[in-house]
């Protein structure tokens, strides 16, 4: 039987700012890698200009990265396992995080 798509039940809001986390998390300048755990600090979230945000070489509208300065979408993905965060707003990717299939990776280059 294949996998389940989404098995964590995540709503449109936190699989797109997932995925976003994800396209950020591949980069090694906004991004520290914990080799031992898998874990990915996201240095800084990116910050809307106009209309749109850069992520890498990625350029995505402002409306759709609106989950990356939500909280309630940070407090979901930690209850699920899949981030962390702490009183100084920095976000972690867990491994699974990491790894989750959002099923947007296609739009984002393999994210």
Request: no cysteine; net charge neutral; glycine share 10%.
């Amino acid at each position: 039987m294949p996998p389940k798509h989404n098995p964590l039940k995540l709503n449109k809001l936190q699989l797109r700012t997932l995925t976003l986390a994800q396209a950020q998390a591949r980069e090694p300048d906004i991004a520290q890698r914990d080799e031992a755990t898998g874990d990915v600090t996201l240095l800084r979230l990116p910050e809307p200009h106009g209309d749109h945000v850069h992520i890498g070489a990625n350029v995505v509208s402002a409306r759709e990265a609106s989950g990356l300065h939500n909280p309630a979408v940070w407090v979901a993905l930690q209850r699920k396992g899949l981030a962390r965060t702490d009183a100084a707003q920095t976000v972690t990717l867990t491994a699974a995080g990491v790894a989750y299939d959002t099923g947007l990776g296609v739009q984002l280059g393999g994210a």
